[in-house]
């Protein structure tokens, strides 16, 4: 299981960021190891479902998060409602810093088979920070 936090500035502003976060569709075109994202709403009206597949290598894999955007405070959560998670739970939110943004990312994780765990659990923890910088990239790409 990991428990991993992560925080950085971004000189993008808050709204911007979140936006950009909250653009799940885009995720394929520059989120690494994305290769597909399918958005609906969610029956129950707390948000909306996204299902999400990765790819590590010959291993490709596809789970469900239920997605809640809260555009008033500027935080996204989602949590896994399917796939090879015991949980998964995050949380971005981006606040005011300077004349930009200080982003916090904060994700849970257990993945359900141990044996898939020894070896995923670490190379997804991994790459959270690589997913971080994608976000960025992608930002300087949009806003300039």
């Known amino acids: 299981m990991a428990d ?3 925080e950085r500035h ?3 502003l808050p709204q911007r960021m979140f936006d950009l976060v909250s653009d799940l569709e885009a995720y394929p075109r520059f989120i690494p190891n994305c290769k597909a994202m399918e958005v609906r709403d969610d029956a129950t009206g707390e948000g ?3 299902r999400m597949t990765i790819q590590f290598g010959p291993i490709t894999q596809a789970y469900t998060s ?4 809260d555009p008033q ?3 996204i959560t989602a949590k896994a409602v399917d796939g ?3 949980y998964l739970d995050s949380k971005w939110s981006f606040e005011v810093e300077g004349e930009g943004t200080r982003i916090r990312f904060d994700i849970d994780f257990k993945i359900a088979n141990p044996l898939v765990a020894a ?3 670490p190379a997804f923890a991994a790459k959270q920070s690589e997913i971080i910088d994608a976000f960025e990239d992608e930002a300087d790409r949009r806003f300039g």
């Not at 239920?66 to 955007?69: E, M």
């Open 4 to 6: 991993l936090f992560l």
């Open 48 to 50: 909306i479902l996204a």
């Open 119 to 121: 070896v995923a659990e």
């Open 10 to 12: 971004s000189p993008h």
């Open 66 to 69: 239920r997605v809640v955007a």
């Open 73 to 75: 405070a500027l935080t």
């Open 84 to 86: 090879p998670f015991a």
